[in-house]
């Protein structure tokens, strides 16, 4: 738990400075860096056998972040952040037939390769959208992903202390039903909180915190969906970059589903109350 609690905060450290003081496109750059490498962990959990093949997965996604970020803003950039929204619904019915592809032949793996970049593509052009929001867009993008990290401790911790009933068994044994009536609770006393500090009041307010409980529903799934590829894997992370943490996706599970909903409901809540 000690390496566990450090190693948070040096990474706390890091991800609040990059948010607040980068650029718009060194943001964005830097960003797909991360994600890129997180997409490299992805081949490597889903199988992949050689090194050329992840390679050029990788090469094939860093060409279609670029694709996107040239034409930001646009119904193209939009239809992106959609297909996330839409991507971690599907994911529901693949966890409900739990051995949907589990097995290590080459369409498989295939079939987890899209599902890589569904959930990864859609989520780098989300949070690039929020942090190039015209008001405080990167305060904004650290309120969004603090909303993801307060649900993923207060789960820990209320499943830690009153979790009785498991949520996925199948899936992942340690999540509980409490941990997630934790996460949603802790979570929307964030969305509160840092709301009002950031001048959201009535129904802004309301709608805000609405949207933050819906941002941890996907978190949940998100993490959920990481889970049932280790176990189909037969991993317990996803790699061994960060000590008493795992890997990449092990820390972004809940951030890939969740935040392409923070950014398409926000958009929402601007039209009708705008800043």
Known sequence: MKQRILTGL???VIAVAFILL????LFAGLLALVWLLAYWEWTRLIGMPRMATRLLAVAANALLIAGLWSVRGESAWWAAIIVG?????LSLL???HFSFAASPTLGNRLIKLAAGTLALVPAWTALVEIHEHPQL???WTLFALV???AADSFAYFAGSRFGRNKLAPRISPGK???GVWGALAGSGVVAAVGGWWLGERDWALALLIALGLLCVVYSVIGDLFESLMKRQANVKDSGSLFPGHGGLLDRLDGVFAAIPVFAAGKTVIDLFYPS
Do not use: H, N
């Open 85 to 89: 929204l839409l991507w971690w619904l």
């Open 22 to 25: 980068a650029s718009g496109p």
């Open 176 to 178: 509980t039903l409490e």
């Open 94 to 96: 693949w966890m409900r």
């Open 137 to 139: 867009g990167p305060v």
């Open 10 to 12: 040096i990474l706390a």
């Open 147 to 149: 909303l993801v990290w």
